[in-house]
């Protein structure tokens, strides 16, 4: 099987994206970084001990400002991750990441051609298969894989055959 498709920054952006957005570890400096809000509870209690008086102003100041930072920080985390991947991506030249692909499905493996070269990847070298809404990522390990836009396939029945493929010969190969 062969499928033709074109990529671009964004593509190469979702991969990464999605790659913060389910990696363990940056789930746990977002978590580590989203309780720091209590931080905010903190400081007016400090001050009220410090100044003998409970400071009710201050206290619900800090207190919305707590629940602000706790509901709101991950779309400024993500957006701030987001924003530093584009800056990555832009800097130096990675022509070579962008335009046309064929991706063949073989005995063997994948087969990635481009105007750059061929990679091929055997089935055991394939670690996980995810899928979004608009692409599949084949990872090859936790940060490099194929990224395959869903609209290289024809129709949803293309999809789905692409994707029993990929996992009866990753079972096949490496079960």
């Known amino acids: 099987m062969e499928y033709h498709y074109t990529l671009t920054k964004d593509d190469y952006v979702a991969f990464n994206m999605h790659h913060a957005q389910h990696s363990e570890r940056v789930q746990k400096v977002l978590r580590v970084q989203r309780w720091m809000s209590l931080i905010f509870l903190l400081i007016p209690l400090l001050v009220s001990w410090v100044e003998g008086e409970f400071l009710l102003g201050m206290f619900v100041a800090f207190a919305l400002l707590a629940v602000l930072w706790f509901l709101f920080y991950p779309n400024y985390f993500y957006g701030s991750i987001k924003k530093n991947i584009v800056k990555v991506i832009n800097e130096g030249d990675n022509s070579s990441l962008t335009g046309e692909y064929t991706m063949m499905v073989t ?14 990847t055997p089935w055991s070298s394939i670690t996980q298969i995810k899928e979004t809404d608009e692409h599949i990522f084949i990872l090859v390990s936790a940060m490099s894989g194929y990224v395959i836009p869903i609209s290289a396939f024809a129709d949803v029945k293309a999809l789905q055959q692409f994707k029993e493929t990929l996992n009866a010969a990753r079972v096949g190969k490496t079960g």
């Open 107 to 120: 005995e063997d493996g994948l087969v990635e051609k481009s105007s750059k070269g061929e990679v091929k």
